[in-house]
């Protein structure tokens, strides 16, 4: 099958015999903030609206969690596609039976979708603030960000790093902005991100937190991204090394302002709406499409303008690095299937715009109940990805002993997606209210925990790696270049 090659375009140089330079940093500086534009998302926006509205600051700590999550996978994704040579979606093709890779395919592609789908609204919603379009106006017009994409492409990675960093910097000026004019408690923040707490009534609320900040594409997208740095035909130990600690910097300070930013829109609607004598529940929970006239009445009208510039930002970028997600996620499972780029961004962006236009169009009305329950998807979805990352990460054939983890590292990765499966359980126990909602969520349950197990418990084939070749790895320090 032809691979789908991913060509170097930065040049990184040779192995700096400093510790530390920005020269290096810089040079590697890009994946990790076009990765992190996942998680300021239109998802990531409603997510944190919700979760002030219903539990205030109470959450904080578990956004900081989610995003050390995230932050741990994320890296350990880098360096899958730093070390083999190959991203992701590549390796579970090659590491799993045709029926496997299918199953996990269409577990990410699901991800993929309902991430499109928020995406999509929050693009619409923004146009609806800015320019008061009507919604399923701006639901067609975000169609054109395949074409905006394909233009930018063309252009080479960097000036689409550079693109991306500048729609992250509006975003956090907007966001910030409303935070300082919404003049908080220091104290409850502070207070928020110490110490758990899960208010009532707020699980739903937790769940789709963690699946809105730690999304299954992502893992895909940054793993392919990396691949952009030239690190020379053999790198040695030593390059790779390097290149990995420099990932690491960068993805850290990315997902440190996603954070900060994250916590700001969830302490400005916590503002807004949070009352704790009061509880929402599902139906009546804020979304997306209400913010901008409780801003307006709170804050006064710039803000209203403020958070329709920010969402924008957030919709237009995050729907762009989905349609780059899309090309590589379907291309890794099914190989190099286009001749032309046109040609496979428009069907890999097919697969999933389509389908998310359509309930996007059908349900412009129900943001407030399809946002939680599109981000509790992704939430349900996550250990399909994380599963194959720890195993791919953890095996001999795949990942040579300077670079695999140690034995507390994989306990705490495993701890980890416990974590998350635990989080899907109880939400799935809290929706079991009657007899035939709980026959039909425990066979689904049951199904998909067993499903998760088998996944655990499968060894990999990794057979097919020696094919080409694709685990040779200099063990010493000369570069070869």
């Not at 054109?144 to 500048?166: H, N, P, S, W």
């Not at 707020?202 to 895909?220: R, T």
């Not at 991204?225 to 290149?243: F, H, I």
């Amino acid at each position: 099958m032809e691979e789908l090659e991913i060509k170097p375009e930065v040049d990184t140089g040779a192995v700096s015999d400093e510790w530390f330079s920005f020269k290096k940093l810089w040079k590697y500086t890009g994946p990790g903030w076009l990765m992190s534009i996942a998680y300021l998302d239109p998802g990531n926006l409603e997510s944190g609206l919700q979760t002030g509205a219903v539990a205030g600051c109470n959450l904080l700590w578990l956004l900081l969690w989610a995003h050390v999550i995230g932050l741990v996978f994320q890296l350990l994704s880098a360096r899958l596609g730093t070390i083999t040579g190959k991203h992701l979606a590549q390796l579970i093709r090659l590491s799993y039976s045709n029926r496997w890779a299918a199953t996990l395919w269409a577990f990410a592609q699901l991800a993929i979708i309902g991430a499109d789908i928020l995406e999509i609204l929050g693009t619409a919603v923004a146009l609806h603030i800015l320019l008061d379009l009507p919604l399923w106006v701006g639901v067609i017009l975000t169609a054109t960000d395949t074409v905006t994409f394909m233009l930018i492409q063309r252009y080479g990675i960097r000036k689409l790093e550079a693109f991306f960093m500048v729609l992250i910097a509006l975003m956090s000026v907007c966001f910030c902005f409303e935070l300082i004019q919404s003049s908080p408690d220091v104290g409850s923040i502070i207070k928020g991100v110490l110490i758990p707490n899960v208010p009532k009534n707020s699980e739903f609320q937790a769940v789709a937190m963690l699946g809105a900040i730690v999304m299954p594409h992502n893992m895909f997208l940054h793993s392919a991204l990396v691949m952009s740095r030239d690190l020379g035909k053999n790198p040695s130990v030593r390059k790779l090394k390097e290149a990995n600690f420099y990932f690491s910097i960068e993805t850290t300070l990315a997902l440190a302002l996603s954070f900060f930013v994250n916590v700001a829109i969830v302490v400005v609607f916590a503002q807004v709406y949070y009352k704790p004598e009061e509880s929402y529940n599902l139906i009546d929970i804020p979304a997306l499409s209400d913010a901008d006239e409780a801003l307006s009445k709170t804050f006064g009208s710039a803000a209203k303008y403020l958070w329709g510039a920010g969402l924008l930002a957030a919709g237009q970028s995050s729907t762009m690095t989905g349609a780059l997600a899309g090309q590589y996620v379907t291309e890794g499972f099914f190989g190099s299937i286009f001749k032309k780029d046109w040609q496979r961004v428009a069907l890999t962006r097919s697969v999933a715009i389509v389908p998310g236009m359509l309930v996007a169009t059908l349900a412009v009305n129900h943001f407030d109940i399809m946002g939680e329950l599109l981000n509790v998807l992704q939430s349900i979805c996550l250990p399909t990805v994380l599963i194959p990352i720890i195993k791919l990460s953890t095996t001999p054939r795949i990942m040579p002993a300077e670079f695999r983890p140690s034995l507390l590292r994989r306990i705490i990765y495993w701890l980890l997606v416990l974590i998350v499966v635990i989080f899907d359980i109880l939400l799935i126990v809290k929706h079991a209210t009657t007899m035939e909602s709980t026959i039909v969520i425990g066979v689904a349950g049951t199904a998909y925990l067993l499903f998760l197990i088998f996944l655990i418990i499968k060894p990999l084939d990794v057979s097919l790696s020696t094919e080409d070749g694709w685990m040779t790895l200099p063990q010493h320090d000369k570069e070869t270049q």
